[in-house]
C-alpha cells in the first residue's frame, strides 16, 4: 500500500534519541557535518537544554550518559537527515498490522464518537483477544460480553488518548471551510465520516506520528495484559470458586483502568460474574498483605479491641486476588464507634511501620470494618538523598511529615496550588470537593466547535467514609474513639515491645513499594504528553519528559523514570525493607539509594516510643480531624464579657498575662540556627486564603502565620525588656524572610507581601533599619508589576489592605516609590471595579459571583478607606469618584429598621445583618471610619461611626480573637475613645480585657471558638497577647487592625 510505504519513511519521527542511535546508520556525513548543519544541531541543543530545564552542563551530560549516548551523537541525531533505518520497532510493525487489517466502511455503519479514528488498533486487538477466549470453555466465560467489556474499554482509553489530536483537526477543518453541513453537529458528523476511509486514517498517524506509535503499544500491553488475565484466571479457577465462593463463576465482564498503570500497562481489574459478585485481580506481589494480616493478628492477640479485621485474598507470586469490598452502612452508635477505634488503631500501625498514602481510594468502609485494601506503601522510606542543614520551617514540615499525618489516614489537603488551596483526600475524607486548579475538558461536545478548556472540576466521593442512618457520620465527632484506639495499639507496643521488634525480622525481604515522588506529579507528564505538540515528532515528546531530570535524584533514576513515562506508565519502583536498594518493575537494580534501610527506621521508632511520643501525635491526630470541621467543636461562653464592670486587676498582671501568653508560644517553637542565624518556626493549624485548614508548619502570613507571631513577640520584648521574646521574634521573621514571595495573593496579611508590615515595625525593636529596608524595597521591586494577579481585592485577602499599608509607611518615610506602588494597585481596584449607576462594588474570588459585601475584611469598607486615601495622597479624581461611589454602595446597605448594615448573603434570612466582627461587620465598618476622620471631617462618616459603636456595645463577643472576638472589639473602642476624647468607652475596652483575662484564667477562647492553642495574630494568642499589650501601651503599640 502505497500510503504505508509512505509511513515507513517517516518513521524514523516517531523514534526517541538512543532509539535512533540503535535504529540508524550515524554515517561520516552525520558524525562529521557541515557548518550549516553543525550550527543548526547547536542551536537544536540548546533549544533543547533550555525546554528540558537543564542548567547545568555536567547533569547534561550525565544524562546522555545513562542514555548511552555521546554529546556528538546526541547532536548529530539532531539533524534530521536519516531516512532508512537498520529494523523497524516493535510499535511500527504493530500499527503496519493494524492498518493492514482496516478497511474503508460504509458512511451508514459510521459511529457517532471519534471511536472511528482508533478503529484500526481496536479491531486488532479484538483478533487477538478472541483467539485467547477461544481456548476457555463457556461455564467459565461469557466470551461475547466479556470481549464487548474489554474493547469497550480500551476504545475508551484510546480516544482519551487521541482526543487532543482529533479536536485539533476538527477545528483545522471548521476554521479551513472543510466541513460539510447547516448545523455545528452536522459538520462534525461530517469531519467523523472522513475516518470511514482508510486513507485518511493513515494520513491523521502519518501527521501524529508519535501519537501512532503510543496507541500500538498502548493496544499490544493491553492485548498482552487481558491474554495473560484470561489465562490466570483459567489456570487458578478452582482455587477461586473455593476460596471466594463464588455461588456463578461465569464471567461476564472486565473492568480494567482501575487505578494508576504500570510497567506496561499492567493495573488493577475487577471481573464481575454472572451472579452479581466480583474479584479483583492485582498483577503484583501481594506478600505484604500476609505480612500486615499477621500483624493485626498479632495485635488482636495481645488485646487490641474490637479485633482488626481482614479480607480473603490469593497470594500467587506475581499477581494475587482479592475480594471485592462493599461499601456498608453502620447498623448502631456502636459499629460507628467500632469502626472509628479500629481506624485509630490503623493509624497507630501505619505510623510505627511508616505507611504512607492510604488515601480515600485505598479504604473502604464496609459496616464497622475499616478495610486498607492497599498495602504496598508501608515500610516507606523517605531517607534517599543526603541529609542538609535545615532551616527552621523545613525542619518543622521535616517533623509533620515523619508524624501520623504522613499515614494518609488522617486530613490534610492534596493538589494544592501555589496558594495553599487543596482537597481535603485522607482515609477520613473525601466528600465532593471543587479541585483548586482548572481542569481540562471538552465543551460543545459533537460539534464542530467542540474543544479542550480549563474548567473548575470536582472530586468524587468515594467508600471511606461510614454511615449510619443514610448520613455519612463526621470524625471530628469520633475523636475521642480515634484516640482510644491509637493508644490502645501503642500501649500494646509499649508492653511487647522486644518482641515485636523481634517479628521484624521476618518483614526484611518483603517486597514492598518505593514512592520517591507523587504519583500526581507523573501523572501530569502522562496528561501534557497527550498535547499535539507532542505528538507530531519524537523530539518535542521526548524533550517535554525529560523535564523529569530536573531533580535532585541521581541521573540513573530519572533515566529509569524517563523510560517508564515515555510508553505512557507511571514509574514504580519497589525495594525491601531490609534493603537500601531501589529496583523498577525490570529488574533494574539502584543499589544503596537509600541512606539506611526501612527497617531500621521502623526499628528506631518503635523503640523510641514513649509517653511524650504519643502525646505529640495525638495532638496532631487531633488538630488535624478537627480542621476538617473547626465549627463542631465551639465552645460557649454561658455569661457574656460584660464592658462595664470588670474584676481588679492591674496593669502588673495584664503583662503578666501578656508574657505567660508569649512564653507558651515561644516553648512551642521548632528552633534551627544559632546566633545570628537562628531561625523559630510554628506547627499547628494553619490557615490558607481560601478558609482551609490544615496541620502544617504556619506560613509567613501576618493574619495566623510567622509574620504575626513575630510582630507580638517583638512588641512584648521590647515591652519588657526580655530579651528572649525579641530574640525569637527575630528569629520568626527570619524564618519569613527566607520565604520566597510566589503565588498568586497579592494582600497586606496573606502570602509574601505580608511581609511588609512586619519589617516595617519590627525594623527598630531589631536594630535592623538598613537591612529591612533593603527587603522591603525587593519586596516593592516585586509587588510593582503583581497587582493583576490580584482577585480578591479586598482588605483582608486582595489589595486594598497593601495600599493602606503602603500609604501609611508612605506618611512616615515620604517615599515616592510607596506611593507609587499603592497608585498602581489603586488603578488595579479602579479597572476591576463592578460600575452600576451610583454604585461601585467588588466581588471577591472567596465569595459567589456578584455578592457585593459590606464590612472591613472583605466587603466595601476596605476599598472605600483604600481608595480614600489614595485620593488624599495623590489628589486624582477617579480616585475620588471610587470612594465616593463604594462609600455609597455600603451606605446603602444600612437598615434603619434592624439598626445595622446588611449581609447581603443573608437577604432571606429573618436577620440578615452583618456579623459584629472586624472581618465582616460594624467593628470593621467603625475602624474603617475612624481612618477616615483622622484625614478629613465628614458628618456621614462620623453618623456610621457612632452607629457602630452603638452596635459593637450591643455585642456579645463568641471568641477572644482580634478577627472577630473581644480582641477586635476591644481595639476598636479603646480607638473611637481616644479619637472622640470620650474616656468611657476606653473604661468599657478595659473592662472587656480584665473580664476577658480574668474570665479565662489562660484558656483563651480562639477564633475558631475553642480552647485550642493556635498562636497566630488575628485568630490566635497573638492576636490576645497584642491587644494586652496594646491596652497598656496604646501611644506605642500601634493597632495590627489598621496597619497603623
Not at 536519516?82 to 455503519?109: G, L, V
Not at 453541513?181 to 502519518?206: M, P, T, W
Not at 475480594?323 to 459499629?335: D, H, L, P, T, V
Request: aromatic residues 10%.
Amino acid at each position: 500500500m502505497e500510503g504505508l510505504k509512505s509511513l515507513e519513511a517517516e518513521v524514523v519521527r516517531g523514534l526517541f534519541m538512543a532509539e535512533r542511535k540503535q535504529s540508524l546508520n550515524l554515517n561520516d556525513e552525520c558524525r562529521h557535518m557541515s557548518e550549516e548543519k553543525a550550527d543548526s544541531s547547536a542551536e537544536a541543543v540548546r533549544k533543547w537544554k533550555t525546554k528540558a530545564l537543564f542548567k547545568d552542563e555536567a547533569r547534561w551530560n550525565k544524562k546522555l550518559a545513562v542514555e548511552g549516548l555521546t554529546v556528538e551523537e546526541f547532536s548529530a541525531l539532531l539533524v534530521d537527515n536519516h531516512k532508512k533505518i537498520k529494523e523497524f520497532p516493535r510499535w511500527f510493525r504493530i500499527f503496519k498490522e493494524c492498518m493492514s487489517q482496516t478497511d474503508d466502511i460504509a458512511d451508514d455503519e459510521v459511529p457517532t464518537s471519534m471511536s472511528i479514528a482508533v478503529r484500526p488498533f481496536l479491531q486488532w486487538a479484538q483478533n487477538k483477544l478472541n483467539q485467547a477466549l477461544n481456548a476457555c470453555s463457556d461455564s467459565m466465560i461469557n466470551k461475547e460480553k466479556v470481549l464487548h467489556s474489554m474493547i469497550e474499554s480500551l476504545g475508551k482509553y484510546l480516544v482519551e488518548l487521541s482526543s487532543r489530536a482529533l479536536v485539533l483537526e476538527l477545528n483545522v477543518a471548521r476554521v479551513l471551510n472543510e466541513l460539510e453541513g447547516d448545523s455545528e453537529e452536522d459538520r462534525y458528523a461530517s469531519f467523523i465520516r472522513q475516518f470511514c476511509k482508510k486513507q485518511h486514517v493513515l494520513q491523521f498517524y502519518l501527521e501524529y506520528i508519535v501519537l501512532a506509535r503510543i496507541l500500538s503499544l498502548r493496544t499490544d500491553y493491553f492485548v498482552h495484559n487481558m491474554t495473560e488475565l484470561i489465562e490466570r484466571y483459567k489456570a487458578d479457577w478452582p482455587l477461586l470458586k473455593e476460596t471466594f465462593h463464588l455461588d456463578d463463576c461465569t464471567l461476564v465482564k472486565v473492568e480494567t483502568g482501575l487505578g494508576d498503570s504500570h510497567n506496561k500497562g499492567k493495573s488493577v481489574v475487577n471481573l464481575q460474574f454472572e451472579s452479581g459478585q466480583t474479584l479483583v485481580y492485582k498483577p503484583k506481589r501481594m506478600d505484604i498483605n500476609e505480612q500486615v494480616f499477621d500483624l493485626y493478628k498479632w495485635f488482636n492477640e495481645r488485646g487490641f479491641r474490637p479485633k482488626l479485621t481482614t479480607y480473603p485474598f490469593i497470594n500467587r507470586g506475581e499477581y494475587g486476588w482479592e475480594a471485592f469490598i462493599k461499601q456498608q452502612a453502620c447498623q448502631s452508635q456502636r459499629e460507628i464507634r467500632d469502626y472509628y477505634r479500629r481506624y485509630g488503631g490503623l493509624i497507630a500501625i501505619m505510623y510505627l511501620f511508616n505507611g504512607t498514602d492510604m488515601h480515600y481510594e485505598n479504604i473502604i468502609a464496609s459496616g464497622e470494618n475499616p478495610f486498607i485494601i492497599d498495602l504496598e506503601t508501608i515500610f516507606h522510606n523517605s531517607d534517599y538523598l543526603s541529609p542538609h542543614i535545615e532551616n527552621a520551617v523545613a525542619k518543622a514540615n521535616r517533623e509533620v511529615f515523619q508524624s501520623v499525618v504522613r499515614t494518609g489516614l488522617l486530613p490534610t489537603l492534596g493538589f494544592q496550588n501555589e496558594d495553599g488551596v487543596g482537597v481535603e483526600i485522607s482515609g477520613l475524607g473525601g466528600d465532593k470537593q471543587t479541585l483548586p486548579n482548572p481542569v481540562l475538558q471538552l465543551e460543545n461536545t459533537n460539534k464542530d466547535t467542540m474543544r479542550f478548556v480549563l474548567k473548575s472540576a470536582k472530586t468524587s466521593p468515594q467508600k471511606n467514609r461510614p454511615s449510619l442512618n443514610g448520613k455519612h457520620v463526621h470524625p471530628v465527632d469520633y475523636i475521642d474513639d480515634i484516640v482510644d484506639g491509637f493508644s490502645s495499639i501503642c500501649d500494646i507496643v509499649q508492653r511487647h515491645k522486644e518482641e515485636l521488634l523481634q517479628r521484624l525480622t521476618s518483614l526484611r525481604d518483603v517486597e514492598v513499594r518505593a514512592i520517591i515522588r507523587p504519583t500526581e506529579y507523573y501523572a501530569r507528564f502522562v496528561k501534557e504528553s497527550c498535547h499535539p505538540d507532542y505528538l507530531r515528532h519524537a523530539y518535542d515528546f521526548e524533550r517535554m519528559i525529560d523535564r523529569i531530570y530536573f531533580s535532585p535524584l541521581p541521573v540513573e533514576v530519572c533515566k529509569l523514570e524517563k523510560d517508564e513515562l515515555v510508553q505512557h506508565d507511571i514509574p514504580y519502583f519497589t525495594t525491601r525493607p531490609g534493603s537500601r536498594d531501589l529496583i523498577n518493575r525490570d529488574g533494574r537494580v539502584i543499589q544503596d539509594f537509600y541512606l539506611k534501610p526501612a527497617i531500621e527506621l521502623v526499628e528506631e521508632r518503635i523503640k523510641r516510643l514513649s509517653k511524650e511520643e504519643i502525646d505529640t501525635q495525638l495532638n496532631y491526630i487531633k488538630l488535624s480531624i478537627i480542621a476538617t470541621d473547626v465549627d463542631r467543636i465551639k465552645v460557649r461562653d454561658p455569661e457574656p464579657l460584660s464592658p462595664h464592670t470588670a474584676p481588679k486587676i492591674n496593669r502588673e498582671q495584664l503583662l503578666h498575662h501578656a508574657e505567660k501568653i508569649g512564653e507558651e508560644i515561644v516553648d512551642a517553637a521548632v528552633w534551627a540556627g544559632s546566633g545570628k542565624d537562628l531561625q523559630a518556626a510554628w506547627i499547628d493549624l494553619n490557615l490558607n486564603i481560601k478558609g482551609q485548614w490544615q496541620l502544617s508548619s504556619l506560613g509567613v502570613d501576618l493574619y495566623n502565620g510567622m509574620g504575626g507571631i513575630a510582630l507580638f513577640l517583638g512588641y512584648l520584648g521590647h515591652i519588657t525588656g526580655e530579651d528572649r521574646f525579641v530574640t525569637a521574634s527575630k528569629a520568626a521573621l527570619k524564618s519569613c524572610l527566607e520565604q520566597p514571595v510566589y503565588g498568586n495573593v497579592v494582600s497586606a496579611f496573606y502570602g509574601g507581601y505580608s511581609k511588609l508590615y512586619p519589617l516595617w515595625k519590627l525594623a527598630d525593636i531589631h536594630d535592623a533599619r538598613s537591612a529591612y529596608q533593603e527587603m522591603t524595597n525587593q519586596l516593592l521591586l516585586s509587588l510593582k508589576d503583581a497587582a493583576e494577579k490580584d482577585q480578591f481585592y479586598d482588605y483582608l485577602t486582595g489589595t486594598s489592605g497593601l495600599i493602606v499599608l503602603l500609604l501609611n509607611m508612605f506618611d512616615e518615610r515620604k517615599d515616592e516609590r510607596l506611593l507609587d506602588v499603592a497608585s498602581r494597585l489603586g488603578d488595579h481596584l479602579v479597572k476591576r471595579a463592578h460600575k452600576s449607576g451610583p454604585y461601585w462594588k467588588w466581588s471577591s474570588a472567596l465569595v459567589e459571583k456578584d455578592t457585593f459585601l459590606v464590612g472591613l475584611g472583605h466587603g466595601a469598607s476596605g476599598m472605600t478607606l483604600a481608595l480614600f486615601r489614595l485620593y488624599h495622597a495623590t489628589g486624582k479624581d477617579v480616585y475620588r469618584e471610587a470612594f465616593e461611589k463604594s462609600f455609597a454602595y455600603e451606605r446603602s446597605m444600612y437598615d434603619e429598621q434592624q439598626q445595622n448594615w446588611i449581609d447581603p448573603r443573608k437577604r432571606d434570612r429573618l436577620d440578615s445583618c452583618a456579623d459584629d466582627t472586624w472581618c465582616q461587620g460594624s467593628i470593621g465598618i467603625g475602624i474603617s471610619r475612624l481612618a477616615m476622620l483622622r484625614l478629613k471631617e465628614d458628618a456621614r462618616v462620623r453618623k456610621d461611626l457612632h452607629r457602630a459603636i452603638d452596635i459593637s456595645l450591643q455585642t456579645e463577643d463568641q471568641d477572644d480573637s482580634l478577627c472577630h472576638g473581644t480582641s477586635g472589639r476591644v481595639d476598636f473602642l479603646l480607638q473611637a475613645g481616644e479619637f472622640m476624647d470620650d474616656r468611657q468607652l476606653v473604661d468599657m475596652a478595659n473592662n472587656l480585657v480584665k473580664n476577658m483575662v480574668g474570665r479565662r484564667n489562660c484558656r483563651y477562647i480562639n477564633g475558631l471558638g475553642n480552647h485550642l492553642k493556635i498562636p497566630g495574630m488575628w485568630l490566635g494568642l497573638s492576636g490576645i497577647g497584642y491587644q494586652l499589650l496594646r491596652m497598656l501601651h496604646p501611644k506605642h503599640v500601634p493597632s495590627v487592625l489598621l496597619l497603623n
